[in-house]
């Protein structure tokens, strides 16, 4: 299943509004890069309370997320996981 989203948050964005997060977040990028080394563009999402990193498969709406991302907080890099869209009632 591919993993889609409607708005998109780059890393730049993302190290503008966290400027205490920015070293954490350059190293998850630098760790998901192993995993996509042809990637260009990389964004930053909310999965189950963690900050993560994830490569933009392409650049045209509904933007395309690939299916690992690179969870990270203000203490840790955590091991690349795997990411699955779950199917919820609009709230």
């Known amino acids: ?46 999965v189950e309370g963690y900050n993560c990193v994830a490569c933009l498969r392409d650049e045209f709406y509904p933007y395309e997320l690939g299916s690992s991302v690179a969870p990270f907080d203000e203490n840790q890099i955590y091991p690349v996981q795997g990411l699955t869209t779950k199917y919820a009632f609009q709230r």
């Open 1 to 46: 299943m591919k993993n889609y989203l409607d708005e998109i948050y780059t890393l730049s964005e993302f190290k503008r509004d966290n400027p205490a997060l920015v070293q954490k977040a350059e190293q998850a990028l630098q760790y998901l890069k192993g995993y996509y080394p042809n990637g260009s563009e990389f964004v930053v999402i909310e």
